[in-house]
């Protein structure tokens, strides 16, 4: 029996496509919705009719989180869950469920105010890492080396920022220049590639064309995961990790993660195990 996906998302990008194609040789019929045009709010929307689920591919956390917390409340089983967009759009959210059960994150100070700015580069030795509660991709993310400047770094969150962008977290720069992303769907960790910072860019983000390769599992990675995946539930995700000295950290969970890249370093046909995770959803 053939089941209707709907992949609510901004745009058709190539995971997007990819997870068309595949569709039909799992019994899939995979269209695109754009999360811009459906007004949802009604108990019975018309917009969902004839979708056995929803596959949230929006790279905006807030329209992304929007959307899955009606489709569900509309009774459409939803990939990712509400609750889940919701923990992996807030960082500080996300550190402190995992921090409470014990898995690794790094230190971090949120900064909601200059005194908290000034108070956290008191307590964390440059170089730091300014970086926005609520984003992604990399952007608004600051590496502050120079006590001299630094304060002129926060003048852009201050007089620039409105609300939610004003809160921040401070945190050591522990990468290096590289990072870990995992692939979950479901349970599974599917593949795992190293992302390193390209040219003078000093952030490792897949969104910003870095570097990356394929790496080998590592137990503790699949331990790290698996206390991810516990507190957030069976799902698709981007785990992204720091290496250190001491181990692995959990730097941030994307809720609609890419995966050209990952898929090119690791050889991973991603969007199959998607779409079978789909499938084994809907029943």
């Known amino acids: 029996m053939n089941r209707t996906i709907a992949i609510i998302a901004d745009r058709i990008g190539w995971e ?7 569709g039909p040789d799992l019994g899939l019929k995979i269209e695109w919705v754009n999360d811009e045009s459906l007004c949802l709010g009604h108990p019975d929307p018309s917009q969902l009719k004839g979708y056995d689920a929803v596959l949230v591919r929006s790279r905006s956390y807030t329209r992304g989180g929007l959307v899955a917390t009606l489709a569900e409340a509309a009774g459409v089983p939803t990939l990712n869950s509400a609750d889940a967009i919701r923990v992996c759009e807030n960082k500080l959210s996300l550190r402190a469920l995992l921090r409470g059960v014990g898995a690794p994150v790094p230190d971090f100070r949120l900064i909601l105010s200059r005194k908290d700015f000034d108070a956290a580069l008191a307590e964390l030795p440059l170089p730091v890492v300014l970086k926005p ?93 698996d206390a991810v995946v516990d507190e957030l539930g069976a799902g698709i995700y981007g785990i992204d990790l720091f290496k250190t000295d001491d181990g692995y950290l959990v730097n941030e969970v994307n809720h609609a993660p890419a995966f050209k890249a990952v898929a090119s370093a690791t050889g991973a046909d991603i969007a199959t195990a998607i779409g079978r995770y789909v499938r084994e959803v809907v029943g």
């Open 16 to 22: 997007e496509r990819r997870l068309i194609d595949v």
């Open 133 to 225: 509660v609520f984003g992604g991709m990399g952007k608004r993310v600051a590496l502050l080396r120079d006590p001299d400047t630094a304060p002129s770094v926060y003048d852009y969150v201050e007089d620039l920022g409105h609300g939610f962008e004003q809160a921040c977290l401070i945190e050591p720069y522990l990468s290096g220049g590289a990072s870990v992303r995992c692939f979950v769907v479901g349970r599974e960790l599917v593949s795992i590639a190293e992302f390193e910072s390209a040219g003078t860019d000093w952030r490792s983000n897949a969104a910003l064309g870095n570097r990356h390769r394929a790496v080998a599992q590592d137990p503790d990675v699949l331990k790290i995961v």
